[in-house]
């Protein structure tokens, strides 16, 4: 199906490559058979690249295990917790942020380790909301993912669950309307879906999202920042604005994690705040998500902005527009200085 190129084919034939390789039929259908710089097969083959580990990598940077009080689970906010279900995906991503275990069997979504993480978030009053994630989660039956969902609605604190998903990128088929039928009986529910590039907004995807957001489903999206594939102006404000199209707010824009063999994806961090600077005031706010650093170590997401304030005089703070334009804004006397 596709013409390997030698940085390809010796990656496939290495032992040191940890993720699977993994892609629908769908979305190969997406991608181009004769050239290997292409942004969506950049994201889903890999290359050599991928087994060296460049400095400051590591496996788990945001330490996810140590905040893991039951395996699958990670509590590292004050009111919600990160479920993972299962470690499978339909397609597997290059970049992905937890290729520790993602693909390698090792995490299933068996009824006892299913039925201990629910067993902690009942037994935590302070969890208001759980997110569903993995692996892919609507890669379970409807079934599976009824129990689950069911299960959780019975603990009254559990005020709106969320699930992650790349479904309706590289597998729309599986919005079905029984499964929108399905999960819409256990509202309030929002999904957050992972887009990365205009040229995954097919009329397919396009059909996916409506059928979700016809199911009263809030979508929002996850977008990686990464290096030669979605890290110019241009091609972001074309997925943004695809994705309000879809009716899919954009969420948040993510530094690409480091994990190991990573750093050919990765950009410095002022390319997102340059990116950032070309949408705000030039597009629909709703348009503009928010950049985040997370944090390694597991402090959690950081958001960057780019800075708009420019200084003080008096009781005068001087602000910069999205033109450049300097502006002074009555303030008034203020104690700490918080800007
Ligand atoms: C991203 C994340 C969340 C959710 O964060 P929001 O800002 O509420 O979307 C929760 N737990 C973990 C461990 C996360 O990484």
Redesign the pocket.
């Known amino acids: 199906m596709l013409r390997l190129s030698d940085e390809e084919r010796l990656a496939l034939e290495q032992d040191g490559v940890k993720l699977p390789l993994g892609i629908t039929p769908y979305y190969m259908s997406l991608i181009a058979p004769n050239d290997p710089e292409q942004p969506l097969r950049r994201t889903v083959i890999p290359t050599l690249q991928e087994v060296v580990k460049g400095p400051g990598e590591a496996d788990d940077p ?1 330490g ?1 295990e140590s ?1 893991s009080p039951v395996p699958g689970l ?1 509590h ?2 004050p009111d ?3 479920l993972l279900l299962s470690d499978f995906c339909s397609t597997y991503c290059r970049y992905c942020t937890r290729s520790r275990l993602v693909g390698h069997g090792a995490l299933r979504p068996s009824r006892s380790r299913i039925d201990r993480a629910l067993e902690y978030i009942r037994a935590t009053p302070s969890i208001r ?1 759980v ?1 569903l994630s993995g692996g892919d989660p609507l890669l379970l039956s409807d079934d599976r993912l009824a129990w689950i969902l069911l299960r959780l609605r019975q603990i009254a604190h559990v005020e709106i669950v969320r699930i992650g998903t790349k479904v309706p990128a590289v597998l729309p088929q599986r919005i079905t309307p029984q499964l929108v039928r399905m999960l819409r009986r256990y509202h309030p529910l929002w999904m ?1 879906l992972h887009f990365t590039h205009p040229e995954e907004c097919t009329v397919e995807a396009y059909r996916a999202c409506a059928q979700l957001a016809d199911g009263g489903i809030p979508l929002g999206s996850q977008t990686v920042l990464l290096k030669g594939i979605n890290d110019e102006v241009e091609t972001m404000t074309a997925l943004v604005h695809h994705l309000m199209k879809m009716r899919v707010r954009p ?2 824009l993510y530094q690409c994690d480091p994990i190991t063999g990573s750093a050919h994806f990765r950009t410095a961090v002022e390319k997102g705040v340059e990116i950032i600077r070309g949408l705000r005031g030039f597009t629909s706010g709703y348009a503009v998500p928010t950049y985040v650093v ?1 944090a390694p170590g597991g402090g ?2 950081i958001p960057l902005m780019p800075n708009y304030v420019v200084g003080q005089q008096g009781d005068e703070l001087i602000l910069r527009n999205y033109q450049n334009g300097l502006y002074q804004y009555p303030n008034g006397p203020c104690s700490d200085n918080l800007l």
């Open positions: 945001l996810e905040q990670v590292r906010y919600r917790v990160l909301d997110l957050s969420y948040y997370d959690g997401k």
